[in-house]
């Protein structure tokens, strides 16, 4: 959807789209001690270590220039304003010198290259398999190891595997290549992939031969990452959502205005017409009007004689349009729109002549919502459900997982139907309506549900807290689940660690649900460092996740704990917007209560818990950190958004309205002022410890963001705490970060820790 994703975005893969998974955000998308640490005395080590909070030399000093602005009444101070725009070489010089300052500074913390022999071990032993699709008998999918950001691989019907595309044999300007999102043609013969560089999300997309494994000679760009190629059931063509040129971009933003080519194989890209564009201009269409925000997409049911058109934004609610498949190929073409944003629809799909459409617009936990198309003038109001429910079972929600809400496949329409954290599949027969629920082999969070609409059944993938992610092929004939052999192993032993689901209560009374991750033995005196995750935005749920990294700072002695709090989608989508909008603080009291709860429990003390958060969790962890500094000993930020009254200033900014609110609108100005965390950094104020980490080429959200408030939060600060910058420049929003990356910036980010928060 174009969002920012979570930091939690597994393994470097995330997208909204039904076809791959790299989010919001966001990849997301798609987070592993030496040999003597693992032992009990070297690990005492480590807990004893004094805190080293004070500085020593600092960091390079940023000039302050005093902006005022005057909006809706209110005076805003704005010192570092120079620091905004792309190309500024000035800002620029100043975040490198930034990233060198605190590059030493980790280089001289004591745990740290035990942190990094640790997790570089568990690392290397680890080979993850992802975003796998089954077309005809083959099976595509993404393998990816320490090094590099995944190998493009094929596995064929007899078994035998190869490689296809090892971005790692390609050059570029830019910096390393990685794969962001593939799609097979509907026969499996050849596949689109999308390539980037340095992490910036804006790729190549590029045709391959999957028996040769060259390209045919068809590709564009520049594409924005999450949005593969929507293949037409012939395989003879696809449609590709495009950037618009920079000098036909609304503000100067790269991710406005984009327009819907299609592409008909062995052509001239340079013919290839508009389908649908966002915005005003050639190829607008008016039947299927699109705000320039918004992003296009047409896909081609194989099943269907109807085309589904799509407006995507950062947000649960989408717009979804129909016409025939014959029509949607050509320029101008008269769409009916079915679905508008007050329609409340999260997800669509055709199968026949029936619409399928998720909505929470009756339930806040969704429905399934049929339509027949082949009445004429049928409306969303016509439509009736065709799922039975109950009262907690939730089938809406975004998640960083590769699930679809609906997935039709060749032999029946199959549902994820989630109860209490748990994943199930509901099987819906075309013909009679008869629901059944399929058996799975195994209690968990689905991190891959995927239907093909030209084959029986479905792929699923099952993972927990602890548990390493198993995948399925379910075959209807045999009523059974075939497993993929692609079962992730462990890449240590982890069974002294368990998970405890318990509740905090916010400032409000709310129960808020908690996740805590501990050794068993662990004794509950309030002596352990803890680590608190947060997100809390669009809608989007924290699912049980196989997190080594994360699971090796627990095996030795530590606490990570994740708070489920309102504006993402734990409880449907009421309690999404119980943290959205206007009620952005009640996620931030919900995050800062869960340092509380983790206290009263024992597990630790304010003083001894970080809160790590990032992308649109910024709003999150920036207010907790400025709004109660004394309430927790530290803070990670991760590739934050931070300064959203300049939302509309920055690349992708636009894009966000939806979710986050529009500045420039009287009526939002003022709580989106209250959460601005940069502009509620409040002069000669003690704050916490602070890390901020940034990627130089991330397409997402404006490094300038991360300066402003560092530069700011460090001026007013008397702690004498750190505030650093940790920046990569060969990164970007962390969507297709490798393992090795991964495993170096929690090493980077343990180490800090180690040093900031005091032991007993």
């Known amino acids: 959807m174009m969002g920012n994703a979570s930091e939690d975005t597994p393994q470097g893969s995330f997208t909204h789209t039904k076809d791959n998974v790299m989010p919001c955000i966001s990849r997301a998308r798609h987070w592993r001690f030496s040999s003597c640490l693992a032992v009990a005395a070297c690990a005492l080590t480590l807990g004893s270590l004094p805190s080293i909070a004070a500085q020593t030399n600092g960091p390079p000093t940023a000039r302050t220039v005093d902006v005022v602005d005057h909006i809706f009444g209110t005076t805003l101070h704005d010192p570092y304003r120079w620091m905004e725009g792309e190309h500024n070489a000035e800002f620029q010089q100043w975040l490198a010198a930034q990233g060198d300052y605190t590059r030493a500074k980790l280089d001289a913390l004591p745990t740290l290259k035990a942190w990094q022999q640790t997790l570089q071990k568990v690392s290397n032993t680890a080979v993850v398999h992802r975003a796998q699709r089954y077309v005809d008998g083959r099976l595509f999918f993404i393998r990816e190891a320490a090094e590099g950001n995944g190998v493009l691989m094929v596995r064929e019907v007899d078994g035998s595997e190869r490689v296809l595309l090892d971005p790692a044999t390609l050059k570029g300007d830019g910096g390393n290549a990685s794969i962001t999102v593939f799609t097979p043609s509907p026969d499996g013969g050849k596949v689109a992939v999308n390539i980037d560089h340095g992490g910036n999300e804006v790729t190549r997309l590029e045709v391959l031969d999957v028996k040769s494994g060259k390209p045919i000679g068809d590709a564009v760009e520049p594409v924005w990452g999450e949005f593969g190629a929507q293949w037409l059931p012939d395989g003879s063509g696809f449609d590709y959502t495009q950037m618009a040129p920079p000098d036909q971009r609304t503000g100067g933003d790269p991710l406005q205005d984009m327009r819907l080519r299609f592409h008909r194989l062995g052509t ?7 389908l649908l564009r966002a915005g005003t201009g050639e190829g607008a269409n008016p039947s299927f009007a699109i705000a320039a925000n918004r992003f296009p997409v047409i896909e081609f049911p194989a099943d269907s004689r109807w085309a589904l058109g799509e407006a995507l934004g950062a947000q649960v609610e989408q717009r979804y349009c129909v016409t025939a498949q014959s029509d949607a190929v050509k320029p101008g073409a008269t769409w009916r729109c079915i679905a508008d944003l007050s329609d409340e629809v999260q997800d669509a799909a055709i ?6 459409l998720v909505s929470s617009h009756g339930r806040s936990n969704g429905e399934l919502l049929a339509l027949d198309l082949s009445r004429p003038n049928a409306s969303i109001k016509d439509a009736r459900s065709i799922l039975p429910l109950q009262d907690d079972d939730i089938i809406v929600g975004v998640s960083v997982s590769d699930t679809q809400m609906v997935a039709p496949a060749r032999d029946a329409l199959y549902v994820k139907v989630s109860r209490n954290g748990i994943d199930g599949i509901r099987r819906i027969d075309y013909g009679t309506g008869k629901v059944e629920t399929v058996p799975m082999p195994l209690a968990g969070a689905a991190s891959l549900f995927h239907a093909n609409d030209n084959q029986d059944g479905f792929l699923l993938e099952l993972r927990g807290w602890t548990t390493p992610p198993k995948s399925w092929r379910y075959d209807p004939a045999s009523r059974a689940m075939h497993s993929l052999g692609q079962d992730e192993a462990s890449p240590a032993d982890y069974s002294m660690i368990e998970a405890t689901e318990t509740e905090l209560v916010s400032k409000d ?6 996740t805590i991750l501990h050794r068993k033995d662990v004794a509950l005196d309030g002596s ?3 680590i608190l995750f947060a997100y809390g935005g669009y809608g989007m749920s924290i699912v049980p996740s196989f997190r080594p990294n994360r699971l090796e700072w627990v095996k030795h002695g530590n606490i990570f704990a994740y708070a489920h709090v309102r504006g993402g989608g734990e409880k449907g989508e009421a309690w999404h917007q119980a943290g959205r909008g206007p009620n952005k603080h009640k996620g931030v009291e919900d995050f800062v209560a869960g340092v509380a709860r983790l206290s009263e429990l024992g597990y630790s003390h304010p003083e001894r818990t970080a809160l790590i958060s990032g992308s649109a969790g910024g709003l999150l962890i920036g207010n907790a950190a400025v709004g109660y500094p004394d309430r927790f000993g530290a803070a990670v930020f991760l590739v934050s958004m931070l300064n959203p009254v300049r939302r509309m200033q920055a690349p992708n900014g ?13 009526s939002d ?13 409040r002069p000669h104020t003690a704050y916490p410890a602070v890390m901020l980490s940034v990627g130089l080429n ?15 939060l460090r001026a007013a600060d008397t702690s004498g705490r750190p505030v650093w910058i940790r920046t990569d420049a060969h990164g970007g929003h962390g969507i297709q970060v490798s393992l090795g990356a ?3 910036e929690y090493a980077d980010i343990f180490a800090f820790l180690d040093a900031q928060l005091p032991v007993r």
């Open 268 to 274: 001239p890209t340079a013919q290839d017409p508009i």
């Open 654 to 666: 636009a894009n966000q309205l939806g979710e986050m609110g529009d500045p420039r609108k009287a």
């Open 742 to 744: 991964e495993a170096a």
């Open 528 to 530: 352990h460092r803890a």
């Open 351 to 356: 199968h026949g002549d029936t619409l399928y």
């Open 669 to 681: 100005f003022p709580w989106i002022l209250a959460t601005d965390p940069y502009q509620q950094i």
């Open 698 to 712: 991330d397409s997402r959200v404006a490094p300038w963001e991360t300066g402003k408030f560092a530069a700011r």
């Open 509 to 514: 009374g709310t129960h808020v649900p908690l």
